[in-house]
C-alpha cells in the first residue's frame, strides 16, 4: 500500500490561492460598477464613461492581475487533489480540467488585464476625443473574450464535478455545483454573454458564480483538511 504523502506547509497553504481567487473577482465586480456602462450603451457613453472612469479601471485592472496569478496556483492543487487517488483512471478527465482551466483564466486575463490596461493606458482618453468607435469596441470585446473563455470553464467545472463524485474527497454536493455551472458556462456562449441576447449574461452570471461558490468552497475545505492532516504528521 503507498504511503499517503504529507505535503510540506509551503505546499498546504497554497488552497489560499483559490480563496485569493474569489476575492479579486468579488472586488473586481464590485469595483466595475462604479463604471456606469453597459453593453447595450452608446458607443458615445461608453467612450466618454471609459475615460472619466480611467482610476477606477486601473483598480480593476490590479485586481484582475491578482486573479490572473492565483488561478493556475489553485488549479494546481485541484488536480493533484482529484487525481491523487485516480491518476490512470482520471487521466483523460485531469487533461480537461487542465486544459479548461487554463484556457479560462488565460483568455480572462487577456480581457480584463490586457484590454483594460490599453483603455486606461492610452486609448480611453484617445477614444473619448478622437475616435469613439476604438473605446466602444475594446469594450464590447471583454464581453466577447469573457464568454470565449467560460466555454473553456465549462469543461473545467465538468471535469471537476466528475472528479469530485469519483475521488471522493471533497463533500459530493460541491460536485453537484460545478455540475450544474458546467452547462450554463457553456449555453451563454450562444448568447455570447449578452452581446448577441441578454440571456447569455444571465446564463453567464449564474454560471459564474456556482463556479466561484465551487472554488471557494473547495479551496477552504482542503486547506482545514491539509492543516489537520499536518498537524497530525507533526504530532506524530
Known amino acids: ?70 488561478f493556475p496556483i489553485y488549479l494546481w492543487k485541484l488536480y493533484d487533489l482529484l487525481l491523487r487517488r485516480d491518476a490512470d483512471g482520471g487521466r483523460a478527465l485531469g ?21 483594460y490596461g490599453l483603455l486606461v493606458g492610452k486609448v480611453a482618453l484617445f477614444g473619448a476625443h478622437h475616435d469613439q468607435g476604438i473605446s466602444y469596441t475594446l469594450y464590447l470585446m471583454t464581453y466577447a473574450l469573457d464568454s470565449v473563455a467560460d466555454i473553456f470553464g465549462s469543461l473545467f467545472a ?30 451563454q456562449a450562444f448568447g455570447l454573454g449578452g452581446l448577441i441576447a441578454s440571456f447569455g449574461l444571465v446564463l453567464d452570471l449564474i454560471g459564474f458564480v456556482l463556479l466561484l461558490v465551487f472554488v471557494l468552497i473547495s479551496s477552504v475545505v482542503s486547506l482545514r483538511s ?10 506524530g
Not at 480540467?97 to 484590454?115: E, Q, R, T, Y
Request: proline fraction near 4%; glycine fraction near 6%.
Open 158 to 187: 465538468f471535469a471537476a464535478g466528475v472528479l469530485v463524485f469519483r475521488s471522493g474527497v471533497l463533500p459530493r454536493w460541491l460536485g453537484w455545483v460545478s455540475i450544474i455551472a458546467a452547462p450554463l458556462l457553456f449555453l
Open 95 to 115: 487533461s480537461l480540467l487542465l486544459v479548461g482551466g487554463v484556457l479560462f483564466v488565460a483568455l480572462h486575463a487577456v480581457s480584463d488585464v490586457g484590454i
Open 1 to 70: 500500500m503507498a504511503a499517503t504523502r504529507t505535503p510540506p506547509a509551503w505546499e498546504r497553504y497554497a488552497w489560499v490561492a483559490g480563496i485569493l481567487f474569489v476575492v479579486a473577482v468579488v472586488a473586481e465586480t464590485a469595483v466595475s460598477l462604479g463604471v456606469p456602462i453597459n453593453q447595450n450603451d452608446s458607443a458615445a457613453k461608453i467612450a466618454r464613461a471609459l475615460a472619466d472612469h480611467r482610476t477606477t479601471l486601473l483598480i480593476v485592472e490590479c485586481l484582475c492581475v491578482v486573479y490572473a496569478a492565483t
Open 226 to 235: 491539509e492543516r489537520s492532516v499536518g498537524a497530525a504528521a507533526q504530532v
